[in-house]
Nanobody
């Protein structure tokens, strides 16, 4: 079984930055891709970014050029560096590894 714990969320002004972390446990964490999703109030959960086990990355168009996903397999950690944040980035951010989800971390972008 995999346990995922996200951290790093908080309140930030528009244009600011945050770095989210997703720490995994279990032997399969490094075997599969890890995805970040987000869910804004009243909206469907949407995919944000993914990183393969070998470091290949993909991004949703809405975050491309502003967010960077990376992973450290030795530390079983995946990061989401978020720059130039906008109010529309406000959401609960979740990481996903195979079929497992974390509990989420809240990001609020507001002045």
């Amino acid at each position: 079984q995999v346990r995922l714990v996200e951290s790093g969320g908080g309140l930030v002004q528009p244009g600011g930055s945050l770095r989210l972390s997703c720490v995994g446990s279990g032997s399969i964490f490094s075997t599969y891709a890890v995805d970040w999703y987000r869910q804004a109030p009243g909206k469907e959960r949407e995919w944000v970014a993914s990183v393969t086990r070998t470091g290949g990355v993909n991004y949703a168009d809405s975050v491309k050029g502003r967010f960077t996903i990376s992973r450290d397999n030795a530390q079983k950690t995946v990061y989401l560096q978020m720059n130039s944040l906008k109010p529309e980035d406000t959401a609960v951010y979740y990481c996903k590894n195979w079929q497992y989800w974390g509990q989420g971390t809240q990001v609020i972008v507001s002045s």
